[in-house]
């Protein structure tokens, strides 16, 4: 019984390990591809290496958020996130190629919509999974009103002046680009994670216990 209950509690934890691992790569890969000029072969491992990365990412997140109790919100999260991120490689992937095989050219306007439709999409999931997650946040003894309502007023942003100012982003139709504010929340996020790791060791047992006494 010992054995399954630290085998049990061990993967919790692991998943919760690998979730602080991938979030912190996502806050660095994020404004290494988003704002940065990398070599190119740099940039595409980044960009394809960011949406499996964010699935982790919100993986564990979930798995910490779900050790107080499961939730919905923190479901819907997950899966909106990973789908996030599955569009922001494709669109990362579609203009890196299409910017190597024109050499310098001048790309369509029709060409450049496909990007920028793709990453009218990546906003709209990330923004609602971020929604989410801050809805599963909201009493949470590691996290609370604070992250929640910041959560939430920083993805609203983003949806809202994403899609007023569609197709174009918000930094081209002269307004704020709320892409910053959202990664700055998910690293605090992630920072916070980390230091729940001993918050999540106890619980994790304690949960595992309750499970099998039952």
Same mark, same amino acid.
């Given at each position: 019984?010992?054995?399954?209950?630290?085998?049990?509690?061990?993967?919790?934890?692991?998943?919760?390990? #690998?979730?602080?691992?991938?979030?912190?790569?996502? *806050?660095? /890969?994020?404004?290494?591809? /988003?704002?940065?000029? #990398?070599?190119?072969?740099?940039?595409?491992?980044?960009?394809? *290496? &960011?949406?499996?990365?964010?699935?982790?990412?919100?993986?564990?997140?979930?798995?910490?958020?779900?050790?107080?109790?499961?939730?919905?919100?923190?479901?819907?999260? #997950?899966?909106?996130?990973?789908?996030?991120? +599955?569009?922001?490689?494709?669109?990362?992937?579609?203009?890196?190629?299409?910017?190597?095989?024109?050499?310098?050219?001048? +790309?369509?306007?029709?060409?450049?919509?496909?990007?920028?439709?793709?990453?009218?999409?990546?906003?709209?999931?990330?923004? %609602?999974?971020?929604? *989410?997650?801050?809805?599963?946040?909201?009493?949470?003894?590691?996290?609370?009103? +604070?992250?929640?309502?910041?959560? #939430?007023?920083?993805?609203?942003?983003?949806?809202? %002046?994403? &899609?007023?100012?569609?197709?174009?982003?918000?930094?081209?139709?002269?307004?704020?680009?709320?892409?910053?504010?959202?990664?700055?929340?998910?690293? +605090?996020?992630?920072?916070?994670?980390?230091?729940? %790791?001993?918050?999540?060791?106890?619980? /994790?047992?304690?949960?595992? /216990?309750?499970?099998?006494?039952?």
């Amino acid at each position: 019984m010992s054995g399954s209950t630290d085998s049990a509690v061990t993967a919790k934890l692991n998943a919760v390990h #690998l979730g602080i691992v991938a979030g912190f790569f996502t *806050c660095l /890969a994020y404004p290494l591809v /988003a704002f940065l000029r #990398l070599p190119l072969l740099a940039t595409t491992a980044l960009a394809a *290496c &960011f949406g499996p990365a964010l699935a982790v990412a919100s993986f564990g997140l979930k798995g910490l958020l779900d050790l107080e109790r499961p939730m919905v919100s923190s479901t819907l999260g #997950l899966l909106l996130n990973a789908l996030g991120g +599955v569009l922001f490689t494709a669109m990362a992937l579609v203009q890196l190629a299409i910017g190597s095989l024109v050499s310098g050219e001048k +790309v369509s306007a029709p060409i450049t919509g496909i990007w920028l439709g793709i990453g009218k999409a990546w906003d709209a999931y990330v923004g %609602l999974g971020t929604i *989410c997650f801050a809805l599963a946040m909201l009493r949470h003894p590691r996290f609370g009103r +604070v992250f929640a309502f910041s959560g #939430l007023a920083i993805a609203v942003g983003l949806l809202v %002046l994403n &899609f007023y100012t569609f197709p174009a982003p918000p930094a081209d139709a002269g307004l704020v680009d709320p892409g910053p504010a959202i990664g700055l929340w998910y690293l +605090v996020v992630t920072i916070e994670m980390w230091r729940s %790791l001993s918050w999540a060791k106890r619980r /994790a047992s304690a949960t595992v /216990a309750e499970f099998l006494l039952s």
